[in-house]
């Protein structure tokens, strides 16, 4: 069964599709409502106890969905050169990274997937560049750098998370 907070994950999806329509007020209204599905999804989820394994993968691959469609028509339109894009998906790769180191290491099964402090920054930075790009506003390249380091806290943070065996049950 499709909890609510799931399906407030998978709302993220059609919004996207907003992004094709190039009047700044729907992009502006998808950016803010992917925004609130990812901040209530979880609330909810937790509030009701519902946290699932598949809820912590869907929900991030959501807004992964979300913000590289965005990226991808703001490309095509030449509103975001190549570079930045890379950039703003920056920790993604370091994310991958880390899987591949898991899966080589055969330690996939030892950590529990959640969400972490830096992959929640640089969703939000994301969003936001995503805000003013839809109004236009130029940002300066040390804003994209800033993607690329937040990637590597990110990964850094990953590293330093204590295997399932590690954490005390309550």
């Known amino acids: 069964m499709l909890s609510l907070s799931n399906a407030l994950s998978l709302l993220r999806a059609p919004l996207a599709l907003l992004f094709l329509m190039e009047k700044p007020i729907f992009r502006l209204t998808a950016i803010v409502l992917a925004m609130a599905t990812d901040s209530i999804d979880g609330y909810l989820a937790r509030r009701s106890r519902s946290v699932t394994q598949f809820g912590a993968i869907l ?3 959501m807004d992964k969905f979300f913000v590289f469609f965005a990226l991808g028509v703001l490309m095509m339109q030449g509103c975001l050169e ?3 894009a890379c950039a703003m998906i920056s920790r993604d790769f370091f994310l991958c990274l880390f899987a591949i180191y898991l899966a080589l290491a055969g330690k ?6 959640r969400s972490i402090r830096w992959g929640k920054v640089t969703t939000a930075l994301q969003f936001i560049v995503l805000i003013g790009l839809s109004l236009e506003v130029p940002f300066p390249g040390y804003v994209y750098i800033l993607f690329i380091v ?7 943070e990953l590293c330093r998370l204590k295997k399932i065996s590690e954490v005390p049950q309550s």
Request: contains cysteine.
């Open 150 to 156: 937040s990637g590597c806290l990110a990964f850094i």
């Open 59 to 61: 929900d991030p691959a």
């Open 82 to 84: 190549k570079w930045q």
């Open 108 to 113: 996939w099964q030892d950590y529990e997937f």
